[in-house]
């Protein structure tokens, strides 16, 4: 199952276990039975601590478990956690096997200070990238408190028990047989969510901080090279995200960011990450600001508010809240979301395979997304308001040559059409004619790119009518003392390098601001 270089770098790691562990396997006689039972006697043959069993009796087959010599249960994986999921079984063996995990260590504390009982169910497919940081967390979760159990199962291997929970998005997690969210959760959402003291607490903990001389707000590629500077200037320095990585992490392919060759997405968000708690940098996640609070005179102290009720205070700030996809805010949209409306083909496809899907946008990203569907679905539209593709030549030569994919150019999507629980096709108008054709489809992948998250912001510094953050060359907005630096800015071409460099000259603005206060006005708030 897995080649020669996989197991050395498997052997490699397995060695760090304190502890044996064993995996548990409920199999049948199928092909993907025997691919899991491959899988398992190489992983098994790569230490001692492992012993592999085949009585499993779980109902869910072909499934294994991973769990603690003399534990009655541990972490679940139902299907093969291959792609992007390799990491995170090798994760559950080496926590199970008493590996530290590297997780804050009040984060530790409080899933073990849990009560009650937790059985969690994640749904992934193994081509998601944000399906690998919900099953990570989940699986430290059940390794840590032996109230808390956690089952990740690969959508494509359980197509019967997918439709009857009705999942068309990945990730999909599930808490005691109840929908509990849908997309990317970083472990401090997750906790959030069931430690019902825990949002209270953390605000307290929050508002008790001493001032910041700069707090970045938003921690993408301008986030955290903002950060970095800052620190590397000596000056107090903290920053407040609700994810480390942001637009990043949904992004497949990166091939432009100079000197390196080819990355992807959440790789590059986790070296940003890791880059930056290298320097004395105040990280808190989880968090979403909400509103700021500008100084009573000039050297005061500026406030973001939270809004889970915290704040946080600072001599200067540096935005960077990054953008989300850009909706097409039209009828049944809202209403199908992850439920046949998707915006990442490349965590959803899989779960369309063999049926008809539309993609919304003619631009690099709407076409790219049509080659990729065109591999896992039967047929892929693509709808274009424009009278032609925006996209580069290469890419519409390509998605032309494809027998399966067709393109629709002047059309204005008017509706998202759906029997109540899942989308079943979609209505454009004919922008030559006017006339409205209605489609029979089963997802509607939306690619017509991004708004800033800057709705919190108005008020408070200028925007333009697309919700830019105005800024200057040297990153200051219309409030002093207060920069800003990524794709939320007015800054032209929305790239990872551009936004990283604008972040580092926003530090370097913030920090000339904060030597030229005169003493008079920094005086005490």
């Known amino acids: 199952m897995l080649d020669d270089s996989l197991k050395g770098q498997l052997n490699t790691y397995l060695a760090r276990m304190a502890e044996p562990i064993e995996l548990v396997a409920?199999?049948?006689?199928?092909?993907?039975?025997?691919?899991?039972?491959?899988?398992?006697?190489?992983?098994?043959?790569?230490?001692?601590?492992?012993?592999?069993?085949?009585?499993?009796?779980?109902?869910?087959?072909?499934?294994?478990?991973?769990?603690?010599?003399?534990?009655?249960?541990?972490?679940?994986?139902?299907?093969?956690p291959m792609g992007h999921e390799f990491t995170s079984l090798v994760l559950a063996l080496l926590q199970t096997g008493g590996y530290p995990p590297k997780v804050a260590p009040e984060i530790i504390a409080q899933i073990k200070e849990l009560n009650g009982e937790f059985h969690f169910v994640t749904y992934f497919s193994q081509s998601c990238q944000n399906c690998p940081d919900v099953v990570q967390a989940l699986n430290l979760l059940a390794v840590l408190n032996?109230?808390?159990?956690?089952?990740?199962?690969?959508?494509?291997?359980?197509?019967?028990?997918v439709k009857k929970e009705k999942v068309m998005a990945v990730p999909t997690v599930l808490l005691n047989g109840e929908p509990f969210g849908q997309g990317r959760m970083e472990i401090e959402q997750i906790l959030s969510k069931i430690d019902t003291g825990a949002v209270a607490r953390e605000a307290e903990k929050l508002s008790a901080k001493e001032a910041f001389d700069v707090l970045v707000v938003g921690a993408g590629p301008a986030g955290a090279a903002a950060a970095i500077y800052a620190a590397r200037k000596g000056i107090r320095t903290g920053m407040v995200a609700e994810r480390f990585g942001g637009q990043v992490l949904d992004t497949m392919a990166i091939e432009n960011f100079i000197s390196v060759a080819h990355t992807e997405g959440p790789k590059l968000g986790a070296a940003l990450e890791q880059h930056t708690r290298e320097y004395d940098v105040d990280i808190m996640k989880g968090q979403k600001a909400s509103a700021i609070v500008p100084p009573a005179y000039k050297g005061g102290l500026y406030e973001v508010k939270l809004a889970d009720g915290g704040s946080l205070k600072s001599k200067s700030l540096v935005l960077s809240p990054g953008a989300r996809w850009r909706t097409m805010n039209v009828p049944g949209e809202e209403e199908y979301r992850n439920k046949g409306v998707a915006y990442c083909p490349h965590c959803d496809g899989p779960l369309f395979k063999g049926k008809r899907v539309a993609v919304i946008g003619g631009g690099n990203s709407g076409v790219e997304a049509a080659i990729d569907l065109a591999g896992v679905v039967s047929h892929v539209t693509l709808i274009e308001f424009d009278s032609q593709l925006r996209a580069d030549a290469v890419l519409q030569a390509k998605l032309?040559?494809?027998?399966?994919?067709?393109?629709?150019?002047?059309?204005?999507?008017?509706?998202?059409h759906g029997d109540g629980e899942k989308v079943t096709g979609l209505s454009y108008e004919d922008r030559k004619n006017d006339e409205i054709h209605k489609v029979p489809m089963d997802g509607v992948f939306v690619q017509i790119g991004?708004?800033?998250?800057?709705?919190?912001?108005?008020?408070?510094?200028?925007?333009?009518?697309r919700g830019e953050i105005e800024i200057d060359v040297r990153g200051e907005t219309s409030l002093p003392g207060v920069f800003a630096a990524g794709d939320a800015t007015t800054?032209?071409?929305?790239?990872?390098?551009?936004?990283?460099?604008?972040?580092?000259?926003?530090?370097?603005?913030?920090?000339?601001?904060?030597?030229?206060?005169?003493?008079?006005?920094a005086q005490a708030a």
């Open 400 to 416: 032309r040559s494809l027998p399966n994919a067709s393109v629709i150019v002047s059309a204005k999507t008017t509706e998202v």
């Open 450 to 465: 991004l708004v800033p998250n800057t709705e919190w912001l108005k008020g408070a510094v200028a925007l333009t009518q």
């Open 491 to 521: 800054v032209p071409y929305k790239q990872i390098i551009i936004a990283a460099g604008e972040g580092a000259k926003a530090a370097l603005s913030s920090f000339d601001y904060l030597i030229r206060l005169q003493p008079a006005d």
């Open 146 to 161: 032996p109230g808390i159990t956690h089952v990740a199962v690969d959508g494509s291997a359980f197509q019967d028990e």
């Open 26 to 80: 409920s199999l049948d006689a199928g092909s993907l039975s025997k691919e899991m039972q491959g899988l398992l006697e190489d992983i098994a043959a790569q230490s001692d601590k492992i012993t592999l069993k085949l009585d499993g009796a779980d109902k869910r087959v072909p499934s294994f478990e991973i769990r603690k010599v003399g534990a009655t249960r541990g972490v679940r994986f139902a299907g093969l």
